[in-house]
């Protein structure tokens, strides 16, 4: 084995989901950056507390997960005053691949990885997620206070109590990721001029209870190619915050199933498809939205196929909705501003004629 890769064994962790390996990981991790390397976990469990990542490190496994069950090294969080798992505050260049990160649901409000802070730094982050697994967390899966530069990519961010992706940052791409059954939304950025500059695609983005991507607001952002199911509210909402608008988006070739869950979804205007407020140079077109149940039971949803207001120099058009809402495709509440343009949304509510074909047992 190569210098720069470390073998965490040999810094005298077990790995066999009986003792402590704080101390010896994070001996492992101090070396690793001293040398600017990496380190390995053989495949085990990792009882751990807080571990503190630095600048030009990696920590490394195999993934051999799969969507509900860690396989493979499983970091297990086994302190429930603990603030996170994984602290990459500072860890500019730093790279985590092939890990099971697995909270236990232990204490309240503890992440899973955390990006403490809310300013960016005198240079780009560079960090990257890959091929991790993240769940069972009280907190967020991933929480980023700031980041700028940052790729997570395919990886399972599903089971938190919290958010799955709680975001504010900048110049990153999520791509081709399952972001499910958070307690929160999938995709959650905050108010206060917190995203910009984000290619968001090719994610499976489901049974989040909070919704799909929530932002308030942000900017310059690509949203594409990504598939939505059982959202809790709706599966991409851009909303208004403190007057600040939603400036340059792209949203294009989505997929939206069953949108608004009623068992989480309390607001009549959140049962919808796609919320769009205050939005400035926004291109919504060619994305497809359907009503849906629960795996064939429970309550239909959404009311709404798009509830739009405050718009300007944005097109929203060529859309599907085929079975698109209960209620009513388009909630247009106005308020637009110059160069806005709506057409040629095409669908059709759910009718006693479509309802029979879809509790059928042919859909």
């Given at each position: 084995m190569e210098l720069s890769m470390l073998n965490v064994r040999q810094f005298g962790a077990r790995g066999d989901d009986k003792a402590d390996d704080t101390a010896a990981i994070q001996k492992a991790i101090d070396a690793a950056a001293?040398?600017?390397?990496?380190?390995?976990?053989?495949?085990?469990?990792?009882?751990?507390?807080?571990?503190?990542?630095?600048?030009?490190?990696?920590?490394?496994?195999?993934?051999?997960?799969?969507?509900?069950?860690?396989?493979?090294?499983?970091?297990?969080?086994?302190d429930p005053k603990a603030s996170c798992?994984?602290?990459?505050?500072?860890?500019?260049?730093?790279t985590l691949n092939g890990l099971c990160l697995i909270g236990e649901n232990l204490g309240?409000?503890?992440?899973?990885?955390?990006?403490?802070?809310?300013?960016?730094?005198?240079?780009?982050?560079?960090?990257?997620?890959?091929?991790?697994m993240i769940s069972r967390f009280s907190g967020d899966g991933v929480h980023v206070g700031?980041?700028?530069?940052?790729?997570?990519?395919?990886?399972?961010?599903?089971?938190?109590?919290?958010h799955g992706l709680w975001l504010r940052g900048c110049d990153g791409?999520?791509?081709?990721?399952?972001?499910?059954?958070?307690?929160?939304?999938?995709?959650?950025?905050?108010?206060g001029n917190s995203t910009a500059s984000n290619t968001i695609t090719a994610n499976r983005i489901e049974w989040n209870a909070g919704g799909g991507i929530r932002l308030q607001p942000g900017y310059f952002c690509n949203i594409t190619g990504n598939y939505f199911d059982r959202s809790g509210g709706p599966a991409i909402a851009l909303l208004e915050q403190s007057g600040a608008p939603n400036l340059c988006f792209t949203i294009t070739g989505n997929l939206m199933y069953r949108s608004g869950r009623p068992e989480w979804t309390k607001d009549?205007?959140?049962?919808?498809?796609?919320r769009l407020e205050n939005g400035h140079g926004i291109v919504f077109s060619?994305?497809?939205?359907?009503?849906?149940?629960?795996?064939?039971?429970?309550?239909?949803?959404?009311?709404?196929?798009?509830?739009?207001?405050?718009?300007?120099?944005?097109?929203?058009?060529d859309n599907s909705m085929h079975i698109g809402a209960l209620k009513q495709l388009v909630l247009d509440q106005g308020r637009h501003g110059e160069g806005v343009v709506i057409k040629d949304n095409v669908g059709s509510l759910l009718s006693p004629c479509f309802k029979s074909i879809w509790e059928s047992d042919e859909r």
């Amino acid at each position: 084995m190569e210098l720069s890769m470390l073998n965490v064994r040999q810094f005298g962790a077990r790995g066999d989901d009986k003792a402590d390996d704080t101390a010896a990981i994070q001996k492992a991790i101090d070396a690793a950056a001293e040398i600017k390397g990496s380190v390995f976990f053989p495949d085990g469990t990792y009882l751990c507390s807080t571990l503190t990542m630095h600048d030009f490190t990696g920590l490394v496994a195999h993934p051999t997960f799969s969507y509900y069950i860690p396989a493979g090294a499983v970091l297990k969080l086994a302190d429930p005053k603990a603030s996170c798992l994984i602290d990459m505050t500072l860890s500019r260049g730093s790279t985590l691949n092939g890990l099971c990160l697995i909270g236990e649901n232990l204490g309240a409000g503890i992440h899973g990885l955390w990006f403490k802070g809310d300013k960016p730094r005198d240079r780009e982050d560079g960090t990257r997620i890959e091929r991790c697994m993240i769940s069972r967390f009280s907190g967020d899966g991933v929480h980023v206070g700031f980041i700028w530069c940052f790729t997570i990519r395919n990886s399972i961010v599903g089971g938190n109590k919290g958010h799955g992706l709680w975001l504010r940052g900048c110049d990153g791409f999520v791509i081709d990721n399952w972001l499910s059954g958070n307690g929160g939304a999938g995709i959650f950025c905050p108010a206060g001029n917190s995203t910009a500059s984000n290619t968001i695609t090719a994610n499976r983005i489901e049974w989040n209870a909070g919704g799909g991507i929530r932002l308030q607001p942000g900017y310059f952002c690509n949203i594409t190619g990504n598939y939505f199911d059982r959202s809790g509210g709706p599966a991409i909402a851009l909303l208004e915050q403190s007057g600040a608008p939603n400036l340059c988006f792209t949203i294009t070739g989505n997929l939206m199933y069953r949108s608004g869950r009623p068992e989480w979804t309390k607001d009549d205007l959140e049962s919808c498809h796609v919320r769009l407020e205050n939005g400035h140079g926004i291109v919504f077109s060619n994305n497809t939205m359907c009503v849906g149940t629960d795996d064939k039971e429970g309550q239909l949803s959404p009311r709404y196929g798009m509830v739009l207001r405050g718009l300007k120099n944005s097109i929203i058009k060529d859309n599907s909705m085929h079975i698109g809402a209960l209620k009513q495709l388009v909630l247009d509440q106005g308020r637009h501003g110059e160069g806005v343009v709506i057409k040629d949304n095409v669908g059709s509510l759910l009718s006693p004629c479509f309802k029979s074909i879809w509790e059928s047992d042919e859909r």
